[in-house]
């Protein structure tokens, strides 16, 4: 059974930093690419990062130059270190799972999600 758990989401003032991961558990996942959205009440689910199996990455304009995602084959898990945060920066941000060969913006080519933990940037 494929498990996605996210941790690391709180509260922080804009400008400040937070680094939310993503442990995976049930899938083989140094074949994966791993992926964050986000979600902020009343907007739609937009893509945050992504980083291939490979390591190639993939940000969205809105936070290219500020957030950076990671991975950790040996320990199954995925980070997003999120900088110079901004109240727009608020959101449930969630990891995906997906067997694309590359870094993807595209919500449905991720088979498998986490519950999503909660960022919210205070101005």
């Known amino acids: 059974q494929v498990q996605l758990v996210e941790s690391g989401g709180g509260l922080v003032q804009a400008g400040n930093s937070l680094r939310v991961s993503c442990a995976a558990s049930g899938l083989s996942f140094n074949q994966y690419t791993m992926g964050w959205f986000r979600q902020a009440p009343g907007k739609e689910r937009e893509f945050v990062a992504a980083?291939?199996?490979?390591?190639?990455?993939y940000y969205a304009a809105s936070v290219k130059g500020r957030f950076s995602i990671s991975r950790d084959n040996a320990k199954n898990t995925v980070t997003l270190q999120m900088n110079s945060l901004k109240p727009e920066d608020t959101a449930v941000y969630s990891c995906g799972a997906s067997t694309r060969g590359y870094a993807t913006a595209v919500y449905a080519a991720y088979g498998y999600w986490g519950q999503g933990t909660q960022v919210t940037v205070s101005s």
């Open positions: 980083i291939s199996w490979r390591d190639t990455t």
